[in-house]
């Protein structure tokens, strides 16, 4: 078995890794990312329809409160678009009664971005030669060497495939999916796993649907795209269309508990159903429709994400550390950051950190 060295490895291939490497690059310093999944992006996925891209993953950003996002989307030559949030609102009961509501604008001014996030993704990794990233590279133990670590690829308890040894590793991953997907070699210490274990997946528990359109008939009709429901299964719905062209949509979140959503086709019918009392018949007729269960995706859920989560967490370093094994191995990820943990720009700031 090969073993490559490098100068840093970077553990996911989601916002965080993919900034940190991009900014690697850009100090000419040697890097290789491994990443899981046979795909970047990590909760980043925008599937494509006709062009468009539906954000399954974060759909906004602020720019008036998320400099770094900004920033970058400047950067990169990206550009972005307000959130339609123009009209009137709806809202069920948990009789499924739907009433008209006054509707509202949120407040920093929520932006999307065209072509996606995945556009983020996808115009960081121009900066990227081909052979630093590695697909289908799912990490099961990390062993300190001295002042090394060496890392191996394959499934826990069997035999690894491949081994890369590294003076740095940036852990750009949950903390909860390391402690419990990774072997550590000596072990952490038992308040650093806990704390680890404690940290809640952003978006993990989550599943997210969206319905295309040909035509914004919801707009038409002087509603904002915006619902809540007390009855399900959808608990929150957006305009989620493309700027000011066709395809038109309406996305939201699933309100129903992780594990009770085990058949996703009747979930989807009932889905369409509701969308049709809210909206009216129209919307049970899509052009296309997009699905995604986060909490079925082993390299972002564990079994601990599968509560959902009813308030944003206080995200923050791991028993307050942004590195263990004298600072061999640095945490980035979003729930690491010590500001706006959860959110994109809180991947970009830990991502900084540790490349710092």
């Known amino acids: ?24 690059a850009q100090k000419n310093q040697s890097f290789v990312v491994l990443e899981a999944r046979d795909r970047l992006g990590g909760r980043i996925l925008s599937p494509e329809h006709k062009g468009f891209f539906s954000d399954l993953g974060p759909s906004w950003y602020w720019p008036e409160i998320h400099p770094k996002m900004a920033g970058l989307i400047q950067e990169l030559g990206l550009k972005g678009y307000r959130q339609f949030e123009e009209g009137l609102g709806r809202f069920q009961r948990p009789n499924g009664e739907v009433q008209t509501v006054r509707g509202y604008t949120n407040e920093p001014l929520s932006w999307r971005l065209e072509d996606g996030m995945m556009a983020l993704i996808t115009k960081l990794c121009e900066e990227l030669s081909g052979n630093a990233i590695k697909l289908n590279h799912p990490v099961c133990n990390i062993e300190k060497k001295g002042a090394e670590a060496c890392v191996s690829i394959g499934e826990l308890g069997k035999e690894p495939w491949a081994r890369f040894r590294a003076k740095k590793v940036i852990l750009a991953l949950p903390p ?5 997907t990774i072997l550590f070699t000596p072990d952490l210490p038992d308040n650093l796993t806990q704390a680890m274990l404690k940290i809640g997946t952003w978006m993990a528990g989550q599943a997210k649907f969206t319905a295309l359109y040909k035509e914004p008939f919801w707009r038409q009709a002087k509603l904002s795209g915006q619902a809540f429901s007390q009855r399900g299964p959808m608990g929150e719905l957006h305009d989620a269309s493309n700027n000011e062209q066709v395809p038109y949509g309406l996305t939201g979140f699933v309100g129903i508990p992780a594990a009770q959503r085990h058949d996703q086709q009747p979930l989807i ?62 945490f980035a990820g979003t729930e690491t950051a010590t500001q706006h943990g959860g959110y994109l720009e809180g991947a970009l700031a830990a991502a900084e950190r540790a490349v710092r």
């Open 269 to 330: 019918e009932a889905i369409l159903s509701q969308l049709a009392l809210i909206y009216g018949q129209a919307a049970a007729q899509p052009t296309t429709i997009f699905y995604k269960d986060w909490a079925r995706e082993q390299f972002t859920a564990t079994k601990l994400d599968q509560p959902p989560m009813y308030e944003h967490p206080l995200y923050h370093p791991p028993a307050g550390q942004t590195g263990f094994w004298d600072d061999i191995i640095h």
């Open 176 to 180: 909860r999916l390391a402690a419990s």
């Open 1 to 24: 078995m090969n073993l490559q060295t490098v100068d840093t490895l970077i553990i996911g291939g989601g916002l965080s890794g993919i900034y940190a490497a991009y900014l690697l």
